[in-house]
């Protein structure tokens, strides 16, 4: 987990105080931001046409940040310091993606 006070503002950061607020919409379990390296690991499997949504749809634009869920099983992506908090967007996640947190 990265703490919002341990980042520097850039496109996949947000606000703290908005973070604090910020929740999965299906399951209302608290979300943190995604280490960058997951991140880019995830933006690797993105350009291979590797991941899709929650909705079945494959995922083509590349992400700049992402929002966990706590159960580690599904992120929200983030561009442009804009999370997409729909539940259709929401991206399941493997575990082995998660071996840098």
Not at 10 to 34: F, M, N, R, S, Y
Not at 80 to 97: A, R, T, V
């Amino acid at each position: 987990m990265v703490r919002p006070e341990d980042t520097t503002k850039g496109k996949g950061d947000i606000a703290p105080d908005l973070l604090a607020i910020l929740c999965c919409p299906e399951t209302k379990q608290e979300v943190c931001l995604l280490d960058q390296t997951v991140v880019q690991r995830l933006n690797q499997k993105i350009s291979k046409g590797e991941l899709k949504t929650k909705g079945g749809q494959l995922v083509t634009e590349q992400i700049d940040g992402g929002l966990l869920r706590k159960d580690n099983t599904l992120f929200y992506p983030i561009r442009d310091q804009i999370p997409i908090m729909l539940i259709e967007e929401g991206i399941p996640i493997e575990k082995s993606d998660l071996s840098s947190m």
